[in-house]
């Protein structure tokens, strides 16, 4: 009952009113039965705006922390959470991939839309990257259609890094049904996995109409992060060259007076 309060009374007006979002292909979702939507992710705001654009309700898995915290700030988070369409997940645990694969047979079991973000983590520059192919063992273990979802405008709303950016109007797409039956029982040959995903992310790209790179996300963050503190490094000996010139020339012009 939460959910569909915060959906249709609590949240959902508001962000419809306010941003506006548009949709594409939401008949590309079936009414009724289970279902993967795979989408890209650019922002925190995606796993609000594409359930927003659709009747049924959309199941995501959230980290395990945002269920297990205590006092009245545990106890509201672990309710939104929760009642908004998430189920828990340990990151940090070596079981991670396989919980989060349990969780989600789960809910196409019971015939509900399963979200998944293929790439894993946020996009920190907006390219769509490497999917990870758990998504595809999924879609082999369950024999369920996937439908690549696009999510664009979100990180104009929410920056990473950010809690709000600025107005726009997100837009979600949602691509035709993949069907991968042809590859039944073949859900442990990593080849056909790692085809599987690649044929989902391309839809997604396509969708999208993002520059794609080969390369898993958290590997492109780390990365950057290392460029970006060799960028500091090198500032901040620019700036100790150019001190050290100051105070060499007004030496010399001193010692010339």
Do not use: C
Not at 214 to 240: C, H, I, N, S, V
């Amino acid at each position: 009952m939460f959910y569909w309060f915060l959906k249709w009374v609590a949240i959902g007006p508001l962000l419809r009113v306010v941003f506006r979002p548009q949709t594409f292909g939401g008949d590309n979702v079936p009414p009724e039965g289970p279902a993967i939507l795979a989408s890209n992710h650019l922002s925190y705001a995606d796993w609000l705006f594409m359930p927003l654009t659709l009747p049924r309700r959309v199941t995501f898995v959230a980290k395990a922390e945002y269920f297990t915290g205590t006092g009245l700030k545990g106890w509201l988070q672990r309710t939104f959470f929760s009642g908004s369409g998430q189920v828990p997940i340990d990151r940090t645990s070596g079981d991670a991939a396989a919980g989060a694969l349990a969780s989600a047979k789960r809910v196409l079991g019971e015939g509900g839309l399963f979200g998944i973000y293929p790439e894993g983590t946020r996009s920190h520059d907006g390219r769509l990257y490497r999917g990870k192919t758990g998504v595809a063992r999924l879609a082999l273990e369950t024999g369920v259609p996937v439908i690549p979802v696009a999510v664009v405008g979100t990180d104009v709303v929410a920056p990473p890094g950010k809690k709000f950016g600025s107005f726009t109007r997100p837009i979600v797409r949602f691509g035709r049904p993949l069907d991968f039956s042809r590859y039944e029982g073949l859900e442990n040959d990593r080849y056909i996995l790692r085809s599987v995903t690649d044929e989902i992310m391309y839809e997604i790209m396509r969708l999208s109409e993002q520059e794609y790179v080969d390369m898993y996300a958290t590997r492109a963050k780390d990365l950057a992060k290392e460029q970006a503190k060799e960028q500091a490094k090198e500032q901040a000996k620019e700036q100790a060259r150019a001190r050290a010139e100051e105070k060499a020339a007004e030496d010399s012009r001193r010692q010339a007076s």
